[in-house]
């Protein structure tokens, strides 16, 4: 089956004239929408299907800027001044062999490149062309244990409420081939906006699910015990986990 089922035109159909995120948290028919495809779509869909990727004709050069305000905390600010030269990406919890890993180990590993279309859960997309680390080249440095079924993604923003962004894929998700740590979109470093030093890219599902300003990753059995239990900020609002498209 292709990728592109009747969930899917459904959900986008449904979601291509709401408004900015915020507004929608309160809207019990926004989230019905989200959650009658969910189950469906993960059975279907899997993450076993590739997104589809683009011309670099199609590429988006000004790739529109999402998501909360980028970081302005004197620690984040130390990082952007030193051009990152400070930051180690942590990766840790349930793994055999705990990393902390500079970006200059990032880039030293095999990187990939993919030119995909980026789908906001407020109606827009656009099309970058982003380059980086497989996920799972990271994980299997770490050694992920037996136990082990969820990756969550801590980051440097925070909501308006003060409250730190994070998400999480389970393991299977985080071995999806195109599923990268990105370190350029459109060919250069990415910049603060987009979430530098480094952000993740899930191309097969929804825009929030492809967190910025990633500064740890922690392999955990369970997310139930990590902030409200849903698995990521804007689960812990009322969207869905696992958000395909």
């Known amino acids: 089956m292709k990728r592109r089922l009747f969930i899917a035109s459904s959900l986008s159909a449904a979601l291509a004239g709401c408004g900015a ?6 809207d019990s028919r926004f989230h019905d929408v989200l959650n009658s495809a969910e ?23 000004n790739f529109r800027v999402n998501g909360f305000d980028t970081p302005m905390d004197s620690a984040y600010a130390t990082l952007m001044n030193g051009n990152y030269r400070a930051y180690h990406l942590i990766v840790d919890g349930a793994v055999e062999r705990p990393q902390r890993l500079a970006l200059a180990q990032l ?38 244990r037996t136990q082990a079924r969820y990756v969550i993604f801590h980051c440097m923003d925070r909501s308006p409420e003060g409250l730190p962004y994070y998400e999480s ?8 081939p195109q599923a990268l740590l990105v370190l350029d979109l459109n060919d250069r470093p990415i910049d603060a906006d987009h979430g530098a030093p480094l952000r993740l890219r899930v191309p097969t599902q929804l825009g929030y699910k492809s967190a910025k300003w990633v500064a740890r990753i922690e392999v955990v059995a369970s997310f139930a015990t990590i902030f409200s239990g849903n698995g990521g ?13």
């Not at 609002?237 to 696992?242: A, L, M, V």
């Open 21 to 26: 995120i915020g507004t929608r948290l309160n």
């Open 39 to 61: 189950a469906l779509n993960h059975a279907l869909l899997g993450t076993r299907g590739l997104a589809k990727e683009y011309a670099e004709s199609d590429i988006d050069w």
């Open 107 to 144: 880039r030293s590993m095999p990187l990939q490149t993919n030119i995909t279309r980026h789908d906001c859960v407020e109606g827009w997309s656009a099309i970058g062309k982003f380059r980086g680390v497989q996920l799972r080249d990271v994980l299997d440095l770490a050694q992920p």
């Open 169 to 176: 894929l389970n393991l299977h998700q985080a071995r999806h």
């Open 233 to 245: 900020y804007w689960e812990d609002q009322g969207y869905e986990w696992y958000a395909g498209i």
